[in-house]
């Protein structure tokens, strides 16, 4: 039974490759690049005809007032919904539609949705249009086959992951969208490989270090303190210290890749002195001795570590530099920080994708933990809904690089994963015990 469900989605499916290829492509070519926001409506409003046309009733929905929406770059985001024909639980795929900065090296059109050798190429095309035009598909192919379905499907495009998910998930989260009562079951269709169920993610702690010290004239920098040197010395000390000690640290959590299984600090940004001119500026700086320095670092750490901790040890590094060198002075502001999540192996969700898996590729499923943030934290913290994976096409690897895609018969195979899943929750396939615990 269970079999013959996932040949006749999988036959369905195929059907439909060149309506995904076609989706996804259409899905790139919407460049939502965030920051700013860009364009959060247009693909909003793509979606909302396409899932319209579906049976869907949709919701467009603006998160006013969250970090980053305004008049010019509104925070946009979609929920659309399908309920079935009889009561039942729900379902929801969860897919943020922001993509981060092109940068440099591309050797097709970054927002040209190519196709070529088997693959959708793009800014997004992995992380994460493939995987939300997979959902899609999943979704309407499942529905053809199984229109007398109990229970509902959902599926949500969301602003803002790339920074925070603060104007997306979160917002959505507060408002009750990912209540246990709402909703019963989540997919995020991150791209963690087609074979892969990513159970959770590794805590992440950003904060701003400032060094200070006394402007003087460049010519005599004896009559000044230049901060540039007092971060110097931070560097030096985590370079001899610090990081040293977090890469001795391990994690029980299958982090990928292996790398990751360690703590991990990488130092975002760096600035001291005078303000980066204007690009068409063609004079000199003024010789004057840095009285600041910033430093932002993006700290990420393992569920055996907490946040206290973390923090901890900036502060004991910061405060012995204090004690040990002349006229050193600090100021530490904490910028944000989530905790690491990790759903567990029997939730009902983990079971269902998990023997889709094996159902559709005959071999068993690999478990996983992001070494990066994402969704999942608002909907564990905020939503309090455990039952909660990412699931999706694409190689992780290939995020935020030049020349990032998404293999078309990945897509083809993760949706039909999607659906039999989709088949087994909604029948209550899997033990519902856990759900929302």
């Not at 290829?21 to 259409?26: R, S």
């Not at 998160?63 to 929801?92: F, K, L």
């Not at 600090?330 to 759903?343: C, G, H, N, R």
């Amino acid at each position: 039974m269970r079999n013959g469900n996932a040949e006749r989605l999988a036959a369905r499916i195929e059907t439909m490759r060149a309506d995904l290829v076609a989706l996804t492509q259409d899905l790139i070519r919407i460049p939502t690049l965030n920051p700013p926001g860009e364009n959060y409506r247009d693909i909003c409003d793509y979606l909302d005809r396409r899932l319209t046309a579906s049976g869907f009733a949709t919701q467009l929905l603006r998160a006013e007032g969250t970090p980053g929406d305004s008049t010019r770059y509104p925070r946009w985001n979609i929920v659309a919904r399908r309920e079935g024909r009889m009561p039942g639980q729900c379902v929801h795929f969860n897919s943020h539609t922001d993509v981060v900065e092109t940068g440099k090296g591309w050797t097709v059109d970054p927002f040209g949705g190519v196709v070529k050798d088997g693959r959708v190429y793009g800014r997004g095309a992995c992380d994460m249009k493939g995987g939300l035009a997979a959902s899609i598909i999943a979704a309407e192919a499942f529905i053809a086959e199984n229109p007398d379905f109990a229970g509902a499907i959902e599926i949500s495009g969301t602003a803002d992951e790339e920074t925070g998910g603060y104007g997306g998930v979160a917002w959505l989260a507060e408002k009750g969208y990912f209540s246990p009562e709402r909703v019963q079951h989540v997919i995020i269709p991150e791209p963690l490989n087609k074979d892969r169920v990513c159970l959770g993610h590794r805590g992440v702690w950003w904060a701003e270090i400032e060094t200070k010290g006394r402007i003087a004239h460049g010519s005599m920098p004896f009559l000044g303190d230049c901060a540039v040197r007092h971060m110097g010395a931070v560097m030096r000390a985590m370079e001899d210290d610090l990081f040293p000690k977090l890469a001795a640290k391990s994690t029980s959590m299958p982090v990928v890749p292996d790398g990751a299984r360690n703590s991990t600090m990488n130092i975002n940004s760096l600035h001291g002195g005078q303000a980066e001119p204007e690009a068409d500026y063609t004079g000199f700086p003024s010789a004057c001795v840095p009285d600041s320095a910033r430093m932002v670092v993006d700290r990420r750490y393992l569920i055996e570590e907490n946040a206290e901790e973390v923090r901890g040890e900036i502060v004991d590094l910061l405060e012995g530099l204090k004690a040990g060198r002349k006229d050193f002075d600090y100021a530490l502001k904490e910028l944000w920080q989530v905790s690491p999540t990790m759903t567990e192996r029997d939730a009902p969700v983990v079971v269902a994708v998990a023997d889709a898996i094996e159902t559709v590729l005959k071999r068993p499923p690999v478990y996983v933990v992001s070494p990066g943030t994402y969704d999942q934290k608002h909907i564990d913290r905020i939503g309090k809904l455990k039952n909660c994976i990412a699931y999706g096409p694409g190689i992780l690897d290939l995020a935020h690089q030049p020349d990032e895609y998404v293999g078309i018969d990945d897509m083809v195979e993760s949706a039909t994963i999607m659906a039999v899943a989709l088949g087994d929750l909604l029948a209550g396939g899997a033990a519902s015990a856990k759900v929302g615990k």
